[in-house]
């Protein structure tokens, strides 16, 4: 049982256009991370959030926290096929953050 | 820095066979955990280590799975008799002690118990 809903499950979009994905929980977390998975592979690091209503920029990916720490969202602008891949959500109870909470995963296939 | 290294990378075994996976994480991290990843699945917490003590583990981490960290540098991962239900993607991270420190994960051992 994931305690971390992603939405949606599998999105699938054009190159150049923008994208969302939805980490939702009943529960604070102390951190939310976001990560990406090739098949196959680890899950990499993208970015950590810690303060309720932070919102982090990594080139043209938007990473925000929700103010009551237990949300999260990855906007996607201009999408490139490169950025296809499993993005995963994880949140971590404690301060130590390599004891994560992990949500199913959202699918990202994004077409030339 | 090489990062988490993980061997094999794939395992095929059969069922009722014992297997051992190896983890060595990035030199200078000290804590050290391992994770379970099923098909559609986001990873699930199995245990953790900080140097060579073994400071928790999940329920999901039945008797027939065991973990050692002996010299709190490397770690491996024992499945015995396994099943079909052990198939998944194991994975090991590794992260320094201390408040706000991120784990990195390694790439994996696929196992297929057939």
Known sequence: TQLLEQSPQFLSIQEGENLTVYCNSSSVFSSLQWYRQEPGEGPVLLVTVVTGGEVKKLKRLTFQFGDARKDSSLHITAAQPGDTGLYLCAGAKTDSWGKLQFGAGTQVVVTP | DTGVSQ???????????????RCDPISEHNRLYWYRQTLGQGPEFLTYFQNEAQLEKSRLLSDRFSAERPK???????????????????????????????????????????
């Not at chain 2, 061997?7 to 996976?21: E, L, S």
């Not at chain 2, 008799?81 to 696929?110: H, K, N, P, V, W």
Request: hydrophobic content about 30%; some cysteine; aromatic content about 8%.
């Open chain 2, 7 to 21: 061997n094999p990378r794939h395992k095929i075994t059969k069922r009722g066979q014992n297997v051992t996976f």
């Open chain 2, 72 to 114: 709190g540098s490397f770690s491996t991962l024992e499945i015995q008799r396994t099943e079909q239900g052990d198939s998944a993607m194991y994975l090991c991270a590794s992260s320094r002690t201390g408040i706000g420190t991120e784990a990195f994960f390694g790439q994996g051992t696929r196992l297929t118990v057939v």
